[in-house]
């Protein structure tokens, strides 16, 4: 792999996906080719497998079938865009990847970690993001953002409590992966969590 694999990941409202754009904006002004893509999702056949996990009529969706479908969209997404712009150079900017998968069905869901490790190594044949942008902020908070945003889907719908053990997940993964991880305060402004940003990527620019 010659390019760069960028992941954004967060709790509801934290700020990600609203600063992605940012992100890929320093890049390409840097001289960089960027792509920028999404998960689940990211292909025709992963937009169609996220719209069966969002939707609010599919409740009765059991943890494992979740998972599952959740690496399918991956399998695609890996074959079809992420791995073929990293083979010729691109930088990769993806919101959210398998940390996702860790923290929602894993420390959401309480599937074993082992079981999603396990996927994991099939699917991705060992590929792992460069860096990983995790933005943090407090749930309560997160989830009266992500109200005033759209109406609730599938996820948005659950316990407060399912959100502060993916919120602990995330922050676990990231104190045992230091190298990778880089955590921003996403209860700060906009302007300052950009600031952090800039900050972060000034080595990878």
């Known amino acids: 792999m010659t390019g760069l694999f960028i992941t954004l990941e967060g709790v509801e409202g934290a700020g990600k996906s609203t600063l992605m754009d940012f992100v890929a904006e320093l890049f390409v002004t840097a001289g960089h080719e960027v792509i920028q893509t999404r998960e689940p999702g990211g292909t025709k056949t992963g937009e169609q497998i996220r719209n069966i996990l969002l939707d609010s009529n599919n409740m009765g969706l059991t943890d494992q079938t979740e998972l599952l479908l959740m690496f399918a969209a991956r399998m695609q997404h890996l074959d079809e865009v992420i791995n073929p712009a990293l083979k010729s150079g691109k930088v990769v900017i993806c919101d959210r990847f398998t940390d ?49 945003r759209s109406s609730a889907d599938r996820f948005e719908q659950e316990e407060i409590g399912f959100f502060e053990r993916i919120r602990q997940c995330y922050l676990e993964r990231a104190n045992a992966e230091p190298e990778r991880f880089r955590i921003l305060d996403s209860a700060q402004s906009y302007d300052n969590v950009k600031q952090q940003i800039q900050i972060i990527l000034q080595t990878y620019l």
Do not use: H, M, N
């Not at 959401?108 to 902020?137: A, C, M, N, Y």
């Open 100 to 148: 996702a998968s860790y923290a929602y069905q894993g420390g959401g869901r309480g599937i074993e970690s082992s079981r999603i490790q396990i996927l994991e190594d099939w699917v991705q044949q060992g590929l792992k993001p460069d860096l990983t942008l995790l933005f943090d902020l407090d749930v309560e908070i997160g989830l009266r953002r992500a109200g005033k």
